[in-house]
């Protein structure tokens, strides 16, 4: 159907085309010096040592694991409040993934006490995610892994440009790892990206991310060697020009879309601060500052997600859910026996939260008529011509 306001939307434009173009112009699609232009930028930008594109950011995390070493009998601790992808990672390993539970209604991250909980003798790694990219509190969590000797993946999936205590999001634990699909604040349609200060790490992903090889096409054409070696088990998780030619274009624009994206966030949060019922998670204050990736409400027990959602639709009006539980999964329930109950907090915002529409280019009519409609909708005023005010 088509969306009076979308969920999100891509702030792209000429630039991007021409950047493409640009590529397609060169004859040279495969990972080549357009990617190594996008790498170096972005590390740049994240004040980290090294920095290397993917295909998404599925790779990114699968990588991310497996060049910590994690195997059959590890166990690594993550969130179940997030996509599924960064479970399916560490099982891609071979390895378990270890739910914990939430802080709590305000903040959707991952509570370090819940992962100084599960730590077992098995446990070689935490892996956080910095939740609609507001930071995780990193420091007591670091302070978990260094009294274990456990290892630290950042899921940054929804943090690009984020910061914790004047930190990057992402270049805080051992590797850290990126998405670029469609609908991220940094957007190259598919992609990601897996950045680290570690060398000896570096020089693995470098390694794993194309089939292990010692050299690349890119190497050979410039005349770097003739043949390669394969060291270790690799994967095809190279990026393409075009991908990197739209990330260099969108990394540009990030700070200024990160700024308009907190704007509205603001603005969502002064409107349905007086609205019964709902609230809105990160309120107070956090360590660093967010990439307002997504703007999550969590509704009271008595107000039905499924009608409220269905009643902003018949007002075009888009809404999503972040997350469904991935501990209450039926291929998750079947493999690892975790039972409803075990993370309450989780399985509470699971079943409340809901997601409203957030990208650069909304303007303030929109969030108006958003939250003018939730207004209407929970206090039980039928959509109607007063519905449709705030929008101009």
């Known amino acids: 159907m088509a969306w009076k306001i979308p969920l999100s ?32 930028a972005f590390a740049r930008y994240l004040g980290v040592k090294h920095a290397f594109a993917v295909s998404n950011g599925t790779a990114a995390l699968h990588i991310a694991h497996a060049v910590l070493g994690i195997g059959s009998g590890d166990e690594v601790i993550t969130p179940s409040l997030t996509f599924v992808a960064t479970a399916n990672s560490v099982l891609y390993c071979g390895a378990k993934p270890v739910f914990a539970d939430i802080a709590g ?17 098995l446990t070689r790694a935490i892996t956080v995610v910095h939740y609609g990219g507001y930071p995780c509190d990193m420091e ?11 290892r630290v993946v950042e899921d940054a999936a929804h ?5 914790y205590k ?5 270049t805080i634990g051992d590797v850290g790892c990126f998405s670029f699909f469609a609908n991220k604040n940094l957007s190259t349609g598919e992609g990601g990206m897996v950045v680290t200060n570690d060398d000896d790490l570096a020089e693995r992903i470098r390694v794993m991310r194309s089939h292990g090889m010692t050299t690349l096409t890119w190497d050979r054409h410039r005349g770097h060697g003739y043949s390669y070696d394969v060291t270790d088990l690799g994967y095809n998780y190279r990026t393409s020009e075009i991908a990197s030619a739209l990330g260099i274009v969108q990394l540009r624009r990030l700070e200024q879309n990160n700024a308009k994206r907190k704007r509205i966030a603001d603005r969502y949060r002064n409107a349905l601060e007086g609205i019964e019922g709902i609230g809105c998670p990160f309120s107070g204050s956090i360590d660093g500052e967010s990439s307002h990736h997504i703007f ?14 269905a009643e902003l639709k018949e007002r ?41 529409p957030l990208y650069p280019g909304m303007i303030d009519g929109e969030v108006d008529y958003i939250c003018t409609s939730i207004d209407e909708v929970t206090s039980g005023i039928p959509a109607g011509e007063e519905g449709s005010q705030g929008m101009r």
């Not at 209604?105 to 003798?121: G, Q, R, Y």
Request: include cysteine; aromatic fraction near 6%.
């Open 9 to 40: 939307d891509i702030a792209m434009d000429g630039e991007e085309i021409d950047a493409v173009r640009d590529v397609l112009q060169s004859k040279w699609l495969s990972m080549g010096p357009v990617t190594e232009e996008f790498e170096a």
């Open 105 to 121: 209604t305000d903040d959707l991250n991952i509570a370090w006490e819940e992962v100084a909980a599960k730590v077992s003798p």
């Open 140 to 150: 007591p969590i670091l302070e978990v892994a260094r009294n274990h000797d456990l």
């Open 159 to 163: 943090a690009v440009g984020a910061t």
């Open 166 to 170: 004047g930190k990057k999001c992402g």
């Open 296 to 309: 999550p409400v969590v509704l009271s027990g008595n107000i039905s997600r499924a009608g409220l959602q």
């Open 316 to 356: 075009g009006i888009q809404t999503s859910i972040h997350y469904p539980p991935i501990h209450l999964f039926t291929y998750y329930r079947r493999l690892l026996g975790d039972t409803p109950g075990s993370l309450p907090n989780t399985e509470f915002v699971g079943e409340h939260e809901m997601t409203l």
